[in-house]
């Protein structure tokens, strides 16, 4: 229902990117021809733990288009900062940087947190091919002590069209 490849399945993918099966009835050229197809014939039926352990799918072949010579993408130098030990209500700062290693401005559609307690800005929303640009990280420690995992997801034409970040933390109670 719901996927990375789906939007590839359906030929609607935002890149124009599509994803092809051809199912080839390899089974049928390859199998035992002593099988049998009678469920009364227990040690040679199709149902029959030997049967059973010759069914599988084989991917024969794999074709990759050549990617457009025009493109965005996203690369940050970091996709995780641990701000180490700190006290819960601390106030943390941090930046993460992306390059826009493409030949293509790179469009930032939105950036997503997971938590309300993480809140990040981008500095600029287009990057030049080339060029990079900060996103501001403020992320405001939990009550409860010990060691988390924050995530945002930043979303954007490029390739890969999302890309997730973290920010860890080891969090102390305040005496």
Known sequence: RSGGFLPYIRGDAPNGGSLTFV????GEYTADTLVSSNPEEKERSIYSRSAALE???????????????SYAEMSFFSEIHDFGACFSGDTLHT???LKNTGNKPLIIDSVLSECSCLKITPMQTEIAPGA???FQT???AAQEPGLRAYYFHV????????????VTA?????E
């Open 23 to 26: 199912r080839i009835p390899f």
């Open 55 to 69: 069914r599988r799918i084989r991917i024969v072949s794999v074709q990759q288009a050549n990617r457009d010579s």
């Open 155 to 166: 979303f954007s034409n490029g390739i890969p069209d999302q890309k997730r970040l973290s």
């Open 132 to 134: 990079s640009s900060v």
């Open 95 to 97: 930046t993460f940087t």
């Open 138 to 140: 403020i992320l405001i």
């Open 170 to 174: 080891e969090i102390f109670q305040k």
